[in-house]
């Protein structure tokens, strides 16, 4: 082979060479660079956390986080939240932050969750009375009280004891029945203020209570605040029964009684000689 032409062929080669090694570094070869974020510890849920749960360390775990989105009131340790209880449902994998937990050492339980001036009280539903099972921790409801007889009248009434109540927990309990066998009644805790709590203790001797669930975005009040004190079925039910009115006296006029009539008076004319008299003789 000409050396002239054997020098073209490999100078070509070796050109050819030199443009692949160059795309290969500018398409292939060439990796992103990846931005450090920086990150930090946050502790989340291993599982679901119902409200009223005391936190443990087997209940949490630690995640690595981007600081610039770490959500406010999270906390980096466990040992931050050990011993806290959880004021509303925690889902699994979501962060514990302090608005969703007491104070460290505040307890378990429903006390905890009781807001100061607040009372919790709980009432015995049934499957009806209770929505069928959809009332559950965090709901609202109405309270309807309907009772038979109240002002003398035989009709059953229904009115409305307490409206938006916030519903703590749901359980069951032991109590007998008819036939005192012990069997489990659905149970209700509810937060109220202490002259509502007054108020529901009242109705539950009264009538049949009704749970109504209404929505947890829904304000609205059919019931004036009249500021009324309850202290009798009567009051239950204001403006549904007549208060009886008090009586009218009535004033009578004292009877006329007659004086007692005179004594007849008897008159006799005497004729005595030429005179003449009138004697009168008294009864």
């Known amino acids: ?52 749960a005391m936190i443990t360390a087997e209940d949490v775990r630690l995640m690595e986080y981007p600081v610039n989105a770490f959500p406010q009131g999270g906390f980096e340790t466990i040992d931050e939240v050990i011993d806290r209880s959880v004021t509303g449902q925690i889902l699994a994998n979501e962060p514990i932050i302090s608005g969703r937990v007491t104070d460290k050492g505040a307890g378990f339980g429903l006390a905890p969750l ?18 069928s099972g959809f009332i559950l921790p965090g709901s609202k409801v109405d309270v309807l009280l309907t009772a038979r007889g109240v002002g003398g009248m035989e009709d059953n009434l229904t ?13 069951h309990s032991q109590e007998a029945d008819a036939a005192g066998q012990p069997q489990n ?9 202490p002259e509502d709590a007054r108020l529901l203790t009242l109705a539950t001797q009264e009538g049949r209570i009704q749970l109504v669930l209404r929505n947890p975005k829904d304000d609205s009040s059919e019931m004036a605040d009249k500021g009324r004190q309850v202290t009798s079925t ?32 008897f008159k006799i004319e005497m004729i ?10 008294e009864n």
Do not use: C, H, W
Request: proline content about 7%.
């Open 1 to 52: 082979m000409d050396k002239r032409l054997l020098t073209v062929v490999l100078a070509a080669i070796l050109v050819a060479l030199v443009i692949t090694a160059i795309f290969y570094q500018i398409t292939v070869g060439r990796r992103p660079v990846r931005a450090e974020v920086d990150q930090k510890s946050l502790v989340v849920a291993k599982a679901d956390l119902p409200m009223g």
């Open 185 to 193: 009644v659905p149970v209700v805790n509810m937060l109220l203020k």
């Open 272 to 281: 005595r000689g030429d005179k003449r008299s009138v004697e009168i003789l």
């Open 159 to 171: 009115t409305t004891v307490l409206e938006n109540v916030l519903v703590l927990s749901t359980g």
């Open 114 to 131: 009781i807001e100061e001036g607040y009372r919790a009280i709980a009432i015995a539903v049934n499957q009806v009375s209770g929505v």
């Open 234 to 265: 009567a009051d239950l039910f204001a403006g549904l029964v007549e208060k009886p009115r008090p009586a009218r006296a009535v004033f009578r006029r004292a009877p006329v009684v007659a004086a007692p009539a005179p004594p007849p008076v």
